[in-house]
């Protein structure tokens, strides 16, 4: 779970446990999804029982929160599920409340440059369309930590992206990209997509990427809706990937319209395809 390495997991499979360091956590069951050893920041996914409360001081770090289920108080206001709040390291302390109980993914972030306090929901959030190279067409995005640009070399504000993000049926690239200065993580809320020597995602996959580590090509054959953070701005450079686009064109082709999507690592999915399609990447990063 370091940040500092590749990840892709299912994190419906990891343990509930307690976690140390973040006071948003104390006390609480935990699953935790990623961390940063040198800056303590995390992601982690944590069960609020009835009656839950917090006073967030917000004075060591930036905490967000994205309501999975049931509902979160803020200050006695309500915020109902898919609910987004950030509250900014700095920022007035809030007291946060789950009357009924509720389950969060939360982003816990020291340092994180200066970001706008936000109390939303992901429905009352415009769709942006997301203009990038080397894809069939656009896909599009909610942004959940502004400021967020959404076009040019970079996207992001100066303290990266945390988006809600659609990928549409049959979307995907079929080169390989990296983000030299960027670390990146998604989180599958619904759908499918496939990155080939990585996996299959599905609802509750996992998936991380370090600066300067190459990864992709990817599709996804009934579209895709996850989470995506980073830190710092987002910056792409793409190669090519020998039999990309055979590959591609072949998941979305031979996918069952019947079967749901399951997370499943690459070793463990159709070794004839994957002989088939995937080159030898004899030293490639």
Not at 43 to 72: I, K, Q, Y
Not at 220 to 238: A, F, K, R
Request: aromatic share 8%.
């Amino acid at each position: 779970m370091d940040r500092a390495e590749p990840q892709f997991f299912n994190i419906f499979e990891q343990p509930w446990r307690t976690l140390d360091g973040v006071e948003a956590a104390h006390g609480l069951e935990t699953r935790l999804i990623s961390r940063d050893t040198d800056t303590g920041a995390a992601t982690f996914m944590s069960r609020l029982p009835a009656g839950w409360m917090h006073t967030a001081s917000n004075r060591d770090g930036t905490l967000e929160l994205f309501v999975l289920d049931g509902s979160l108080t803020v200050d006695g206001g309500g915020v109902v599920t898919s609910g987004v709040i950030a509250l900014p390291q700095g920022a007035e302390p809030r007291t946060l409340g789950a009357p009924a109980g509720a389950q969060v993914l939360a982003f816990w972030s020291p340092g994180l440059p200066s970001i706008e306090a936000k109390v939303t929901s992901v429905q009352a959030e415009p769709w942006v369309e997301t203009e990038m190279p080397h894809m069939q067409h656009s896909s599009y995005h909610k942004s959940l930590r502004t400021p967020d640009i959404a076009e040019g070399d970079l996207h992001g504000g100066p303290g990266g992206v945390l988006r809600f993000v659609l990928i549409v049926p049959s979307l995907g690239t079929e080169q390989e990209e990296v983000h030299h200065a960027c670390w990146e993580e998604l989180i599958v809320l619904r759908g499918d997509l496939v990155m080939p020597e990585r996996g299959y995602a599905a609802a509750g996959t996992y998936l991380a990427n370090p600066p300067d580590f190459w990864h992709g090509p990817w599709t996804s054959h009934g579209g895709n809706l996850h989470l995506v953070q980073t830190v710092v701005p987002v910056g792409i450079e793409y190669r090519d990937y020998p039999g990309g686009p055979e590959l591609m064109s072949d998941h979305v082709d031979t996918t069952s319209w019947v079967e749901q999507p399951a997370h499943r690592r690459w070793s463990d999915g159709d070794r004839r395809r994957h002989e088939r399609l995937t080159p030898t990447h004899a030293g490639r990063g």
